[in-house]
């Protein structure tokens, strides 16, 4: 049983359309995360849910807006495609609490998305 | 602003070597640090996860250590094989959830 998993794997778009990631996780965590990672091979995070609720955004462009329908899922819309936003997208999941009591355990990654923007 | 840096960005040695990985980040506030190794075109692969008051964790032929007063991980690969030939990245957790990774380390372990 894959334990996070995202659509598509690959994925070829001109510039300016419109595209989606989707991911699922079966491990019953709370929180999920994207990442992008660049042609230099660095991971950056891009955005944290927690029980659908955002708890990071970092300082990515307003064209990318995550949506988590429930704590299952997390999926990543991109509006107006740029060159440079082509990259592989990973998305992952861990178990964490927020407040006090922070539960600190592994992070669960999914098989990436190499988004390619010609 | 946490920065994570990982030292050698590339490293080849013989099969059979023990060898260590550095890792180190600027802010010890942190939760836990994890370490994950990543295959060519593929995903992330968790190796060992070591929470803040933790020193150390191992899994097999891998150990990690954890100073959090220096700001500094290291992991140790005993008796190193070509199927660890891989690119090995730190990554550490600090508050709000945010996870900083390293720049990574590409791993190649020579038959």
């Known amino acids: 049983d894959t334990a996070v998993s995202q659509t598509p794997k690959y994925l070829v778009t001109q510039m300016g359309n419109d595209k989606s990631i989707k991911c699922e996780q079966n491990l019953g965590h709370d929180t999920m995360y994207w990442y992008k990672q660049d042609s230099k091979k660095f991971l950056k995070i891009m955005f944290s849910y927690n029980n659908k609720e955002l708890i990071i955004n970092e300082t990515v462009p307003n064209r990318f807006s995550p949506k988590s329908p429930d704590k299952a899922h997390l999926n990543l819309h991109i509006n107006s495609l740029e060159l440079g936003d082509s990259a592989v997208y990973f998305c992952?999941?861990?178990?964490?609490?927020?407040?006090?009591?922070?539960?600190?355990?592994?992070?669960?990654f999914g098989p990436g998305t190499r988004l390619l923007v010609l | 602003k946490q920065e994570v840096t990982q030292i050698p960005a590339a490293l080849s040695v013989p099969e059979g070597e023990n060898l260590v990985l550095n890792c180190s980040f600027t802010?010890?506030?942190?939760?836990?640090l994890q370490w994950f190794r990543q295959d060519p075109g593929k995903g992330l692969t968790s190796l060992l996860l070591i929470q803040s008051s933790q020193r150390e964790q191992t899994s097999g032929r891998l150990n990690a250590s954890l100073d959090k007063s220096s700001g500094r991980s290291t992991l140790y690969i005993a008796a190193s094989q070509p199927g660890d030939s891989a690119t090995y990245l730190c990554a550490v957790k600090g508050g709000y959830q945010k996870v900083t990774f390293g720049t990574g380390t590409k791993l190649q372990v020579i038959p």
């Open positions: 992952a999941s861990s178990q964490d609490e927020r407040g006090a009591r922070l539960r600190q355990e592994t992070q669960y």
């Open positions: 802010d010890s506030a942190i939760y836990n």
